[in-house]
């Protein structure tokens, strides 16, 4: 397998976790309650569109590239208590960020260094996610 068919089986793998974190935004929004967690839905919801948005921007990217954008969703992590919800975001957001730190090394490695820069971008949007999530746990640092 030569290696822009890795590229392109990894990208597959963060899109099915675009998805993924969607879905979970969405009903950890619905789920998280309390007075100290209103300004935080509303975050939760943003997330939710920007996930969005990368996964069209990686299943563009993936045809573009010959492959064939996946349509397998990861898994999704929930809990009746709030602060492990967000737990379970931030931890899903500090794997998405290595996930696209590898894959921007990779994408230049190969000399795609404009699917580098829209890995980038992408990465920069999942890092404010991690700060987001930090602050919202009343974390200085949870990596
Ligand atoms: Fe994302
Ligand atoms: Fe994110």
Do not use: C
């Not at 929930?78 to 998405?96: G, V």
């Amino acid at each position: 397998m030569g290696s822009l068919d890795q590229f392109i089986k990894l990208m597959n793998v963060a899109l099915s976790w675009e998805y993924a974190a969607m879905i979970q935004y969405i009903q950890h929004a619905s789920m998280l309650t309390g007075p100290e967690y209103v300004a935080v839905i509303d975050e939760e919801l943003q997330h939710a569109q920007e996930e969005f948005n990368h996964a069209v921007r990686l299943s563009d990217k993936i045809q573009h590239l010959g492959g064939i954008p996946t349509v397998v969703v990861a898994e999704v992590k929930t809990s009746l208590d709030n602060a492990e919800m967000l737990r379970q975001d931030l931890q899903a957001e500090i794997d998405a960020l290595n996930r696209y730190r590898k894959l921007v090394e990779m994408a230049e490695a190969m000399h795609l260094y404009d699917v580098g820069q829209m890995l980038r971008e992408i990465a920069l949007v999942e890092e404010d996610h991690v700060i987001n999530l930090e602050k919202a746990l009343g974390i200085l640092r949870a990596r």
